[in-house]
């Protein structure tokens, strides 16, 4: 089993930029794929990056270029970098894990581990 805790949201004017952090513990090392979703009231919700085994990162079209996913393994830590933030990146973020090695293509479905949400809202 895995815990995720995330932190770093907050309120924030366009342009500007936050940091997001996930705490994991638990049995950390069977987690390889670990990634950053979001939701709004009404909506799915949407994976905006995913971190690998051998940190191969990938991220949403929507935020390719502003955000960077990383994570340090010897703090059990993973990192969401939001720069350029716009108002359509409001919402509550999620940690997710799963123990795959490459990050599924599949929704939130295909991950196993969540954490509580931190929300961020960017005004105009």
Do not use: H
């Not at 993973?78 to 293509?105: H, I, R, V």
């Amino acid at each position: 089993q895995v815990q995720l805790v995330e932190s770093g949201g907050g309120s924030v004017q366009a342009g500007g930029s936050l940091r997001l952090s996930c705490a994991a513990s638990g049995n950390t090392g069977s987690t390889y794929c670990m990634a950053w979703f979001r939701q709004v009231p009404g909506k799915e919700r949407e994976k905006v990056a995913g971190i690998a085994g051998f940190d191969n990162t990938g991220y949403a079209a929507s935020v390719k270029g502003r955000f960077t996913i990383s994570r340090d393994n010897a703090n059990n830590t993973l990192y969401l970098q939001m720069n350029s933030l716009k108002p359509e990146d409001t919402g509550m973020y999620y940690c997710a894990g799963t123990q795959s090695f490459w990050c599924p293509d599949g929704g939130p479905a295909a991950y196993i581990y969540w954490g509580q949400g931190t929300q961020v809202t960017v005004s105009s």
